[in-house]
Structures are given as structure tokens and as C-alpha cells.
């Protein structure tokens, strides 16, 4: 059995993919694929809306809160949120801890005045500052919850007196959140709900329309709002690929129970790293994410060992981010704790080889 530690793009369940397989040949027995049916069509206004309605449900998004599923991934979110957040004259504030940070920051200059209110590049990200306070007149703060290359996490929502804006690309639904306590989620879709494709956005309405600006339509949330998420061709695959899993999601007992799934298995992971005196966790013990698991070993000729002994034990996808090295397993909603205890036995395993 191949034990998927890779970052993406999609890991999802097995049985997701078999029906989505099916679906590419006879979409619900209409004798047509469901790339090929119209996106107009009855049938695929259903996929959207069953969609749209379970990540209400899983997420229990409240009324006067948007669901759009767009495209161009969360990276064409940093441009978008400050296109439509902030004003002309206005500013917006930062937290930078890490890659995906640091381009949502160098996008939004691009089209406004932003303070970046704090930044753990001086240890490599491998925190998460708390130190700091959100001025008062910022349009809006942004943060990224889940820092997916340095395998940090931000579980307390940052007090903030401006709208609160997150990029929870890399661990949305994967605990549960309490949406009132944002203006704006995005998160690309391709770790823990559907293929790359899809861009999930939940916005609360009345923050839209305030700038003043001149927005190009296909950047204009509004303008999505209005066409239901159709204001031009969706990514079809993508959404109905998620829409099985959120369907999974739904049967596993959803968020909550996920959840607490997903914390036995980076418990367990970590604990191991803890206890190995091989390994070594990259990240501040109280930032530790939930669904990447960087840590690294003594030396490059120990780190090519311990890969060589997890290729033979079908670990696959644990190098570290290129920017980083080491190693990171990311663990996201689909990773079994089968793979997580056959990654631990592997790490037991190599110490006794050394011993
Ligand atoms: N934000 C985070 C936290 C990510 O992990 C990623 C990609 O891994 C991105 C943004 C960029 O997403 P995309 O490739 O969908 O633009």
C-alpha cells in the first residue's frame, strides 16, 4: 500500500476517486461525461448547488455570507481581496509567516498601501509572531492560517479590530472554525476538498462595494455573486470532484469528527519525532500545523538514509518544500492513521538500524 505524504495537489480518499472515475464515462447514468455535459445544464446546476449547500453545512457558514467556487487557485486571491477590499487611499495589514504570506503581501502593494504588522522570516517561519497589534484604520488584516511549506499553524484567531481576511488554503475543513469570526476565507481547493481547479471563497457580503474602485468583472466578487458562481465557465471537474468529497466528508460524521482524527495523527507523528533522537521538528512546539510535519535529522547523509528506508516502505512525497529541505509529511484529511502509524514504525525502525 503507497502511503501519500505529499502536499498535493489532491489527496483525497480512494473511493472519491473511483466514483469521480466513473463519472468521466457516464455521469449519472445520462450516458455523458460530466466534463462534456453543459455547465447550464440541470444536472450540473445540482453538482454546484449540493456543493455550495455542504460547505454551508460543514462549515456552518451563516446567512449574509457568499460561497463562490472560482478559478485561478488562492494565488489570484491575493490579488482579488485587495482589489476589492481596499480603498484607493485606504491601507491593509499583513502578518507574514512564510512563502504564501509574502506573495499575498507583494500582490496587494501592488494595488495599495500595506503594513505588514509582523514577520517571522528572521527564524525562517518557523513561528508564528503574536506580538503585535492590527491598526484600527486598516481596511482589512490578512493571515494565512496554515503555512503549508513551514509546517506552522495559526489556531486562535488574531485580535483584530479590522475585517479579518485568511488564507486557509492548506487546512480548511480540516477543524472546525467559526465563520462569523472572518470577513473572508479563500483557500485553494487542492488539499483537503477537490482536484486543483477550484478556489473556495466565503465572503460576508456587506464588506463588498466599499473602495470605490473600478473593478475588472471577472475580479469583481459581486459580479460571481450575482451569476451564482457562473459568471463565466466554472471549473466543472473540479467542483464535482469536490462535491464527493465533501459528500465523504458529510458521511465520516464531518468537521468535528475529522478533526479529532486529525489530531491523534499529528499527535502521534510528533510524539515520534519527540521521542526519536534521529528526528527533530522544525516548528515551535505550540505552532505545530496539523497538516504539514516538517522536521529534519543530524545530517544530509543520515536525511538520504532514512528517504532510501522510506521509499522501500512506500512513504511517498516526504521531502521538505525545496525552499526548506528536511522533510515534510503532510497529513492532510485523507491520510489514514494506517499511514501514519507506517511512517512512525519506519522512523522506529531506522533507529534500531543505527543502533
Ligand atoms: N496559500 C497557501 C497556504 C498554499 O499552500 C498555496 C499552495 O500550496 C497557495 C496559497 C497557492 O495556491 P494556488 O497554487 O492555488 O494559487
Redesign the pocket.
Known sequence: MKHNFG???CILPKEVFQEASQAVIDFNNTGLSILEISHRSKEFEAVLDEATKLVRELLNVPQGYSILFLQ???????AMVALNLLPENGKAAYLDT?V?AS??IKEAKKIGNVEVVASSSDKNYTYIPKQYTVPADAAYFHY??????YGTEVFDVPASSAPIVV????DILSREINVSDFDLIYA????NMGP?GA?LVIVKDEILGKTGRVIPSILDYTAHISADSMYNTPPVFSIFVSLLNLRWLKAKGGVAVIEQENIIKARTLYDEIDRNPFFKGTAAVEDRSRMNVTFVMDSAELEAEFLALAKERELIGIKGHRSVGGFRASIYNALSITSINAMVDAMKEFEELKK
Request: glycine content about 16%; hydrophobic content about 35%; overall charge positive.
Open positions: 502536499a498535493g495537489p485561478g487557485g488562492a494565488s489570484l486571491q491575493f512564510g504564501w506573495k499575498a494565512t492560517s496554515n503555512n503549508t511549506i488564507d486557509m488554503s492548506s485553494g481547493a487542492q488539499k486543483a478556489t
